[in-house]
């Protein structure tokens, strides 16, 4: 039975590539981000060599911002996944505002850590009885060295990130 992932932050990036090479490697993938039509163009990027399933890539937009969705976005895939089961997770979200810590808003910071730290805890924690049901299963969270060092004019992300790298239960 092939098995379903989760990718947030599918639109661009590392969660677009770890979309890519999962729908080619057999998985189903449902690629979730805020742009829907940037999750639909990566149909025209899987190689049309590559026998391709129906339901391999389900788009869905998804804020990981936006908590109060997560019930039923999750449901929507529990439905659709292949036997009904979610193995992976990959949390790929991600958001950067550089400046100065005088020229940032602490909102800004705020929908930083709503992006990298938070909304990431929270699809996780939705997920995770999904996935504890089958007694199998994998999360990976993409960081970023930046968690780790810090550099001028990133320190609100590097905040975000360094809690992510931080967090013992992740």
């Given at each position: ?14 969660g677009k590539?770890?979309v890519?090479?999962?729908v ?6 449902f ?5 829907y ?19 391999d890539y ?11 969705k997560f ?12 036997g009904?089961?979610?193995y992976g ?5 991600g ?33 995770l009885?999904?996935m ?11 960081s ?9 004019l ?17």
């Amino acid at each position: 039975m092939r098995k379903s992932i989760i990718v947030t932050g599918a639109s661009s990036g590392i969660g677009k590539a770890a979309v890519i090479k999962l729908v080619k490697a057999g998985y189903q993938v449902f690629g979730l981000a805020r742009r829907y039509d940037s999750l639909t163009s990566i149909y025209s990027e899987l190689s049309p060599s590559t026998e391709r399933r129906e339901g391999d890539y389900i788009v869905l937009e998804c804020d990981i911002t936006k908590s109060y969705k997560f019930d039923d976005i999750i449901n929507d895939i529990f439905l659709r996944a292949k036997g009904n089961m979610i193995y992976g997770l990959v949390n790929s979200a991600g958001y950067v505002e550089p400046g100065a810590i005088e020229d940032i808003s602490i909102q800004n910071m705020r929908d930083q850590f709503e992006t990298n730290f938070f909304g990431l805890v929270e699809l996780t924690k939705k997920v995770l009885p999904f996935m504890l049901a089958n007694n199998q299963g994998r999360i990976v969270n993409i960081s970023s060295v930046s968690g780790l060092i810090s550099l001028p004019l990133i320190g609100a992300y590097s905040s975000s990130k360094y809690a992510l790298e931080a967090e013992p239960m992740l």
